[in-house]
């Protein structure tokens, strides 16, 4: 191999971030550090010729975005935080993988300044860019005007072989070129080396004819250490102002380690104290001290500094002038920015009057949605090809849609424009990509994106959801078609475990409301809530809407479960809890039983995550622990419905897959009828019908 020297500035910073990144892998005895070494060049290139940022300012509003899609590769992005002045010390690179670090194996949002999605789960991060760059075009086509492009920077990102391989990239891909991003500029660390084999065994096609094909610019970069072809490649790729960019760099995964670069050994496991060394040399690097920065590398990186508060302070007074000629906009824009709900923004959101007929949750659902739209300029989102079913196109809210495509058949569309200011997303049928999308639109304060599609179907966007919760974004998921009740379609399309599989996701609020006016309270709590995501789950055959004279305010749905109905004297005999549509069958069960003599109180519980987080005083009062006979009515799965009921108590549940028939007749073949809760009840109560 031949010697590597520090002789230009350029080959100093680089190197400054390779090694900086093997020591703390090292030290870590932890992490992969192939990406860092191969990729530290186009980094470097990126974050000091490219990348519009502020270090003591992470959060900037206008400020370009990176993501390194590739997580497993973190020391790369913890090495150049560090270097470029963000608040990344380096005590902290040194307790990288560490308990209590900002530093995790894989990068997290929350957690570490200046790191823009949490990724890890190869894939998300490239769906992620996707979503970041259709909300910075979204909110340009609705601030900018002209003299002011208020809102105007790019997405980035280095994404790797194996991101590529999954199937949320070639989905989110595909939508990204339809869409024309042209401000979305993703590196390809092309080193053809996965975890465990060279992709020689799996990953042979063309990928600059596969994305040639979706829409994008490609390029390719042959020498990945070539700072100049890489930065000419990336001057290129931004003057594409119609298509997304796929940079490919063919690079040798572990650049410079003697024995183990171009293997798959150097990708997921650290080179091993002599190969530290070893590498060192090969780079003309000092062997000790470890975590070596050379003072005329740290000076050149912390230019980011000087050069961040210069940009972010013109921008702020290009931001008053804007304010002084556009008021309205600009408070609007100030109030996304802080991330603040206009007032009154729900202040038409309907009642919906008593009605033993019914409406379907999905029908109030969408009533709902188009009372709050035109007050909520955050609110963005489409389904996976469901809107009529899901009811939730934005009426008059226009297309995301790039300039120019809606030419030809443009049937389902929405009036009111078709260009990057409509709120309507047309996903196509890609599930797991729209949920990966929205967490990255999630990122820009302001903006609350939402997702539909049937709830058996949450299943393809389980990766997202998970990381949603993880990033405490708010994204809202509308999930209908919720139980056995939809019908004909059969047991493909009937979701059995899903509530309990949401259910199962930490820091997830999963609400089911019982009725419409529950729906509405429903859609309140999940526009409130700000650092959570909520999943909202309705039904798609009717169910009545309850008179709220006789029965307690659907704002009890605000703390997860609450007495709609109680025995006489507040002592019941046993107490009935249903979510979703099942509670109107515990409201007539409660009425049948009264001619037997059995006092009951009726409980609606939407959501066990809120009334996890009330009082255990509250909790008590409606669930005393006392009252030991306890019957839960939902259709789906009976896990994790014990600590309700306890162990003197029984749960009407469905333990097999549903079938297809007419909703109402799949509803009596399980069991979910006023007379079976009945019979069930006065078993638990050791009471002969």
């Not at 078709?418 to 890609?430: C, L, S, T």
């Not at 959801?465 to 708010?474: D, V």
Request: with cysteine; glycine share 8%; net charge neutral.
């Amino acid at each position: 191999m031949k010697h590597k020297n520090n002789n230009t500035l350029d080959e100093l910073c680089i190197n400054t971030i390779r090694m900086l990144s093997i020591d703390a892998v090292q030290k870590a005895d932890s992490g992969h550090p192939g990406l860092p070494l191969d990729a530290a060049p186009m980094a470097y290139t990126l974050w000091t010729h490219f990348l519009k940022h502020n270090p003591k300012d992470p959060k900037w509003y206008n400020r370009d975005r990176f993501v390194l899609s590739a997580g497993h590769g973190s020391m790369l992005l913890y090495s150049l935080l560090h270097l470029t002045g963000y608040a990344v010390s380096m005590e902290q690179i040194k307790q990288f993988r560490q308990w209590g670090s900002i530093t995790p194996g894989h990068p997290e949002s929350e957690l570490t300044p200046g790191v823009e999605v949490t990724t890890g789960p190869l894939g998300q991060g490239f769906a992620n860019g996707v979503g970041m760059a259709m909300a910075e075009c979204y909110l340009a086509a609705n601030f900018n005007r002209p003299g002011f492009k208020i809102i105007d920077h790019f997405t980035y990102g280095i994404v790797s072989d194996g991101d590529l391989m999954e199937g949320v990239a070639s989905e989110a891909a595909s939508l990204a070129g339809h869409l024309q991003l042209g401000k979305l500029i993703y590196l390809y660390d092309d080193n053809q080396m996965t975890l465990s084999a060279s992709t020689h065994l799996a990953f042979t096609e063309d990928t600059q004819k596969r994305f040639d094909a979706y829409g994008w610019h490609t390029q390719i970069v042959e020498d990945g250490n070539n700072v100049a072809a890489i930065f000419a490649a990336i001057e290129a790729a931004r003057k594409v102002t119609n298509k997304p960019s796929l940079i490919l760099i063919k690079t040798i995964i572990g650049y410079g380690s003697p024995h183990k670069q171009n293997t798959f050994e150097v990708h997921g496991s650290p080179l091993g104290k002599e190969e530290v060394k070893l590498t060192k040399q090969f780079f003309g690097w000092p062997e000790k001290p470890d975590f070596y920065v050379p003072d005329k590398a740290k000076k050149h990186f912390q230019q980011a500094i000087v050069n961040g508060k210069k940009t972010e302070s013109k921008w702020n007074e290009q931001l008053k002038s804007y304010t002084k000629k556009y008021p309205e906009l600009a408070k609007s824009l100030r109030q996304l920015m802080k991330n603040e709900l206009p007032k009154n923004w729900d202040e038409n959101i309907p009642y919906f009057v008593p009605d033993a007929k019914g409406i379907a949750t999905r029908d109030a659902s969408g009533k709902v949605m188009q009372a709050i739209s035109p007050n909520l300029p955050g609110f963005i989102g489409g389904s996976a090809d469901l809107n009529p079913s899901t009811k939730t196109e934005l009426i008059n809210m226009g297309n995301f849609e790039g300039p120019g495509t809606s030419a030809g058949d443009t049937q389902g569309s929405v009036t009111g424009g078709w260009n990057y200011a409509g709120r309507n997303i047309y996903y196509g049928i890609r599930e797991h990509a729209m949920g990966s999308i929205s967490n990255g639109l999630a990122t820009y304060p302001g903006i609350i994106p939402f997702t539909a599609t049937f709830l058996v179907f949450s299943d393809y966007m389980r990766p997202p959801l998970r990381l949603a919760a993880l990033m405490q974004l708010q994204v809202i998921y509308v999930f209908t078609h919720d139980s056995i009740g939809l019908g004909e379609d059969g047991p493909t399309h009937q979701p059995i475990e899903q509530l309990a599989s949401l259910r199962a996701i930490p820091q997830l609020n999963v609400i089911r409301p019982a009725d419409a006016n529950e729906t509405a309270i429903a859609w309140q709590v999940a526009i409130e809530t700000r650092h959570s995501p909520t999943v909202l789950i309705f039904t798609r055959q009717k169910v009545p809407v309850l008179d709220r004279k006789h029965y307690s305010s659907a704002e009890g749905l605000r703390r997860g479960a609450y007495i709609l109905a109680d025995a006489p004297n507040g002592k019941p005999d046993i107490i009935l809890i249903a979510s979703g549509s099942e509670v109107s069958l515990i409201v007539a069960a409660q009425e049948k039983l009264k001619s037997q003599k059995v006092s009951v109180r009726i409980v609606s519980m939407p959501s066990w995550e809120l009334f996890a987080a009330q009082s255990q005083k509250y909790r008590d009062s409606v669930l005393p622990p006392a009252i030991k006979r306890r019957l839960a009515v939902e259709t789906g799965v009976a896990q994790g419905w014990e600590r309700y009921v306890g162990e003197q108590g029984d749960i009407i549940s469905i333990e097999g897959f549903g079938a297809s028939a007419p909703g109402e007749v799949n509803m009596k073949k399980y069991g979910f009828t006023v007379e079976n809760v009945c019979k069930r009840a006065l078993a638990l109560l050791g009471v002969k019908k």
